[in-house]
């Protein structure tokens, strides 16, 4: 999507933290998502935040959302070799359809 | 637990042919969608649904269409498929407006 902007690759090592970084544009998106791809899998919902929300924490994922300069990040802390895929990050336009991001392919190395 | 299926994980078909991909939702979901997935451009809206028998382009509905004939079912179809439609194709469900959509495992179509 080109209107969401997102790096390719990011490697990080084992038990280091990961940070996934997006850009959107439509600043009505009422949610801001991302998605997690898992090898030969689907997406899956990873977490969101509510785009009145600054913060938002759930275990080992740190969500954090400027709506000024319209940039969500993605921090995975203690990053382990099951977190290694493609992240998406998407935006609201409407109430029906998500906007993608081309997504941040994630290696782990040991 | 939701779950969308799609008919094929792999298909490989030829340049002209008429292509179907079906997907199945059990959750009831009013809302059904299509995209396709290709490297660096991550995914792309082809067609949506909102309703039985209702439809909505998407960002690039050039080459396909779809059909929702009941809630849980919806087919893109490729009237004559060319090279530059191999793509891994994913089928996806929502309700409401939370947005949260349930992807099923994606067909990868190869045309040759």
């Known amino acids: 999507g080109e209107d969401v902007e997102q790096s390719l690759f990011l490697s990080v090592r084992e038990g280091d933290s990961s940070v996934i970084n997006c850009t959107y544009t439509d600043s009505s998106s009422t949610y801001l998502y991302w998605y997690k791809q898992e090898p030969g899998a689907g997406l899956q919902l990873l977490t969101y935040i509510f785009s009145n929300m600054d913060m938002k924490q759930d275990q080992r994922l740190t969500v954090l959302l400027n709506k000024k300069d319209k940039h969500l990040s993605l921090r995975i802390a203690d990053t382990q070799t099951g977190d290694s895929a493609i992240y998406f990050c998407?935006?609201?336009?409407?109430?029906?359809?998500?906007?993608f991001g081309a997504g941040t392919t994630v290696t782990v190395r040991a | 637990d939701v779950k969308v299926t799609q008919s094929s994980r792999y298909l490989v078909k030829r340049t002209g042919e008429k292509v179907f991909l079906e997907c199945v939702q059990d959750?009831?979901?009013?809302?059904m969608f299509w995209y396709r997935q290709d490297p660096g451009l991550g995914l792309r809206l082809i067609y949506f649904s909102y309703d039985v028998k209702m439809k909505e382009k998407g960002d690039i509905p050039e080459g396909y269409s779809v059909s929702r004939e009941k809630k849980e079912r919806f087919s893109l179809i490729l009237e004559s498929a060319s090279t530059n439609q191999t793509s891994m194709y994913l089928c996806?469900?929502?309700?409401?407006?939370?947005?949260?959509?349930?992807f099923g495992p994606g067909t990868r179509l190869t045309v040759l």
């Open positions: 996806a469900s929502s309700v409401g407006q939370f947005n949260e959509q349930f």
């Open positions: 998407a935006e609201t336009p409407n109430d029906y359809k998500l906007s």
């Open positions: 959750m009831d979901h009013e809302n």
